[in-house]
């Protein structure tokens, strides 16, 4: 369609050097163009959060940002949680706590959690609900990831 | 210790907890060719000419496809539920000459990237030429084509003298309700990846779900394949509910052209594309007349009513219109009952199963009905219940019909006893003063609860092999599928009942056609009863197997010896000699035999779960908005092989179910236009609309159809939700018998509360 342009992106603290149309989202080039296929698309417009990812520490819709706007930033993707075999206290948490069923959404939930937790780690519980409320899950009924994430906030938090 | 009952941390979470799942989009292969389809923006109308030359000419574009080109393929064809008057109303993979709903493929591009085709798709210009579009089902019936009705068949069961009971009735009781068009909307869209082998001689099949080995066979056929020549990999699914998983035209459309292109070929649907061409479901309108006596037991109960079908018949044939006639009496007596369903044909996107299909609707219609009752004869509805429930000296209780090829015969339950643990347990008279009080308050507090039968278990096999290797490591290799609800960890801790071993040691394999010959997949909650029961008789002959090596070994007789974690030993002699599971496989492998068996379990008949929904709703008068405080669930589960994994299956339910019952609805226009095509129209809870769901699973009434005595678990979770919340609105709004239809929007409350005003 146009010119590809060649792109120096930062994710988990790698360097990627990619090269892209300028309409590519980040969410496609992380997928197709790092092989970081843990960022999933549930909706592509917005709105399931199932494309969450960290910008800077802030939790954004990789579904809605052009991979072009992207570079010089810092992005966290769900590959980048665990430490080597030790999964995050976010990650062991939700396992604990049967916070995924299918796990397509898991990555973005975990990822909005730990980004909302890290700027704020004495979020209220409704503050925290609130912020929870910007993804879908379709399997869980919720009750089990906010299960999940107050117990990961408690540990973050030590 | 990790066998039935225990609470286990889930096998599968690791790789999706890591980002390492293997999902649809997540599957590729060098040299895949994309495809995308072009799809009717008609909802009713006759192709007059696709022109493709534009398209064709666009960067990347290696082929484009309409139905002349797809001439040669024959629809796609039922698997259950077949009724013959309606195989004209099948789908083509392209449509020919007409267009029947806004979604439907008309041409299908391919392209050497995903954007590529998507480009090119752009390019295709469609000449339509529009017929009327048909949108009410419950409107007069047209025609579907030349010489064929759209309402093709009418789905009826009944037993019993239903007039005797009307002429004997104290009184009849009649309701008109209505539900929504809604469906699962997994939040992982459909997708599929074909990649032809050995020449084009075998085709490899990837993002396969559900039902693998099933849409092997059918894919087969309509391929012009063997079947040992197309193999089906289910990786991860995101979400299953029904929808998933069947044979939709661009699965077909794939592998065709993975065959005819040479090439891999890759098809990732967007989510407009998935509001609009995936299997809707629910859309029902039920008119039911009970005969009834003083008091309020139903003598007679006359039911029609109307499925809103969608504009072809897809592969569930009469699957959903079929159990709502069949599920519809519940549980209660009702001597006497008819029902007649009709199926009719609308221009829409054609509908399929959602989780608890024919139950959502029919609980809702049913249990509407038994609060109509009650609102009748002025005395409480819980009595009403009371007065009509199977008693439990009445079962096994036949039921007199069939469904899904089985008869209807609820084979334990004691219903009564739900109710009453229901009651105590969630403690129901205080939940009842509370919400009086706050409506005493000026506050729109409301309960409402609804009673419901599930099914499960459908058969008419499970199957399942266990091979234990030289390391010790177990394979249980089964025929079902994964839609995420945890198979893994369920197969795993029914082997370790009997074998106790780590769970974390066991693989479980699902949803490969080239590890086992057959399967019947994950769908009717049937894999814990039907592969369950499999993986259970595959572990007790291991057991023997391993206690005969073990007795060799150990120069002991088999009977001499126990299983215990970590391996074989003598009975009550701690600190005997003892083998490992390894040192028994290499004896295996030495002796020329292996530690190999699989079991098929058989049954005929499904078993009958049952449970009871009760929910607290505030009202917001000023907005309308039904707010949803807390959602009690009691489920008979005959025997709960993991509790956490029930627990989380009632609660992913409850929320679907407060979405069809609040939020979720497919809308579309006179003309047929889906207005609901993005998740900013069709709105699924998300956590700030969801309650804590509070569970009381119960194992009082073991299944005696297998020998595990479990019931299935994947749909109770959801079943009476629509019939609870209308019943708490009704309750809150203090105007017994409002809600008559689903969704109960913000909209239809305000309307409520005006004319309660205007009445005041």
């Keep these: 369609m146009s010119e590809r342009i060649a792109l120096a992106l930062t994710v988990n603290g790698q360097p990627f050097d990619i090269n892209v149309e300028p309409r590519r989202s980040l969410a496609d080039a992380l997928r197709e163009d790092c092989g970081l296929t843990g960022t999933h698309l549930g909706c592509e417009h917005g709105v399931c959060g199932a494309c969450t990812v960290l910008i800077d520490g802030q939790p954004i819709r990789a579904c809605l940002m052009f991979a072009v706007q992207s570079e010089g930033t810092e992005i966290r993707t769900v590959e980048g949680l665990a430490d080597g075999d030790s999964l995050h206290p976010m990650q062991q948490a939700f396992h604990d706590h049967h916070g995924l069923q299918c796990g397509f959404c898991t990555p973005g939930f975990l990822m909005l959690a730990v980004g909302v937790l890290e700027s704020q780690p004495d979020i209220s519980d409704e503050a925290l609900v609130e912020a929870l409320s910007s993804n879908i899950c379709r399997c869980t009924g919720y009750q089990n990831i906010v299960k999940a994430v107050r117990a990961a906030a408690e540990q973050m938090r030590q | 210790m990790n066998g039935i009952g225990a609470r286990l941390p889930r096998l599968e979470d690791l790789p999706l907890l890591t980002g390492r799942g293997r999902f649809a989009a997540d599957i590729s292969f060098p040299g895949q060719i994309h495809m995308r389809i072009v799809r009717s923006s008609i909802a009713h ?3 007059i000419g696709i022109d493709t030359a534009e398209a064709l000419e666009a960067n990347g574009v290696v082929a484009i496809w309409t139905g002349a080109d797809t001439a040669d393929v024959p629809p796609i064809d039922f698997r259950m539920a077949k009724v013959d008057t309606l195989k004209p109303y099948r789908q083509f993979v392209l449509a020919r000459d007409i267009v029947r709903y806004v979604g439907e493929p008309v041409a299908a591009i391919f392209a ?8 090119a798709a752009e390019l295709v210009a469609v000449d339509i030429e529009p017929l009327k579009p048909d949108i009410v089902a419950t409107d007069q019936p047209g025609e579907f084509a030349p010489g064929l009705p759209n309402n093709p068949v009418v789905i009826e069961k009944a037993y019993g003298d239903l007039a005797a009971a009307f002429a004997g009735a104290a009184g009849i009781v009649e309701i008109e309700v209505a539900i929504g068009r809604h469906s699962g909307t997994p939040l992982e869209t459909r997708g599929a990846i074909a990649r032809p082998m050995a020449g084009g001689s075998r085709l490899e099949v990837y993002g396969a779900a559900k039902i693998p080995h099933l849409n092997r066979d059918n894919l087969a056929v309509m391929l012009g394949l063997e079947r040992h020549q197309i193999d089906l990999f289910e990786g991860h699914v995101g979400g299953g509910f029904g929808i998933r998983g069947e044979i939709y035209p661009e699965d077909c459309l794939v592998c065709l052209a993975a065959l005819r292109l040479d090439h891999p070929v890759k098809w990732i649907e967007d989510r407009y594309e998935h509001l609009m061409a995936a299997n809707q479901s629910r859309g029902q309108t039920y008119k039911l007349s009970a005969a009834i006596d003083p008091e309020g037991r139903i003598l007679g109960l006359d039911a029609e009513f109307w499925h809103d079908q969608g504009a072809y018949v897809r592969t569930h044939a009469a699957t959903v219109p079929d159990l709502s006639c069949a599920m519809l009496p519940g549980p209660y007596v009702i001597p006497a009952y008819r029902a007649r369903g009709r199926i009719r044909l609308t221009n829409k996107t054609p509908a399929g199963t959602y989780r ?3 139950r959502y609707e029919s609980t809702f219609a049913r249990e509407r009905l038994i609060d109509a009752i009650a609102k009748q004869l002025g005395i409480d509805a819980i009595d ?4 009509n429930l199977i008693a439990a000296d009445q079962i096994p209780f036949n039921r007199g019909i069939d469904t899904l090829g089985t008869e209807v ?8 006893r739900l109710l009453d643990r229901f009651l105590s347990h969630f403690e129901h008279a205080r939940i009842l003063a509370d919400t009086a009080l706050r409506r005493s308050r000026g506050e729109l507090a409301g309960f409402g609860l609804g009673y419901f039968v599930e099914k499960s278990g459908l058969g008419p096999f499970g199957v399942a092999r266990v091979e234990i290797d030289a390391d010790g490591a177990v394979e249980i290799i089964t025929g079902a599928a994964s839609v995420g609800q945890g198979i893994e960890t369920a197969m795993a801790q029914i082997f370790c009942e009997t074998i106790p071993i780590d769970p974390a040691s066991i693989t479980v394999i699902h949803g490969q056609t080239d590890r086992i010959r057959e399967g019947r997949g994950a769908f009717a909650s049937r894999v814990t009863v039907m592969t369950g029961s499999a993986v259970h008789l595959c572990a007790q002959r291991m057991k023997v197997e391993v206690l005969r090596i ?11 010896l126990e299983i215990v974690f970590g391996g074989i030993r003598p009975i009550d002699d701690a600190a005997g000699g003892s083998v490992s599971f390894s040192e028994i496989a290499s004896a295996a492998s030495a002796e020329g035999t292996s530690l190999t068996v699989e079991e098929k379990f058989l049954c005929n008949h499904m078993t009958y779960p049952y449970g009871i929904h009760g929910v607290q709703v505030c009202i917001d008068g000023d907005t309308g908005n039904v707010e949803v405080e807390r959602i009690c669930v009691a489920y008979e589960v005959g025997r709960a092989v993991n509790p956490v994994l029930i627990d989380g299956q009632i609660a992913g339910g409850a929320a679907q179910g407060v979405g069809g019952a609040l939020f979720e609805e497919f809308v579309y226009d006179n003309e047929g236009q889906p207005l609901s095509a993005t998740f900013a129209d069709y709105l699924i809870p998300t956590v700030r609309e969801m309650a804590p769901v509070e569970t009381l699973v119960t194992e009082d009434a073991p299944s005696p159809l297998n020998p595990l005595g479990v019931k299935g678990a994947g749909e109770c979770g959801i079943n009476a ?11 809150a709004l203090s105007m017994p018998g409002a809600v008559t239809r689903l969704p109960v929007t913000p909209r239809t409350v305000r309307a409520l509360l005006r004319s309660q005003q205007i009445r005041t």
């Design chain 2, 409 to 416: 015969v609820y084979d334990s339950a004691d219903f009564a």
């Design chain 2, 45 to 47: 109308g006759r192709i």
């Design chain 2, 112 to 119: 050497e990237e995903a954007a590529l085709a998507e480009d």
């Design chain 2, 356 to 358: 608890a299909p024919g």
């Design chain 2, 550 to 560: 073990a007795g060799r070994l150990l120069q002991s007789p088999p009977e001499s």
């Design chain 2, 721 to 731: 939700m629509g019939a609870a919340i209308a019943s708490a609105v009704d309750d």
């Design chain 2, 384 to 387: 009403v219940r009371r007065a």
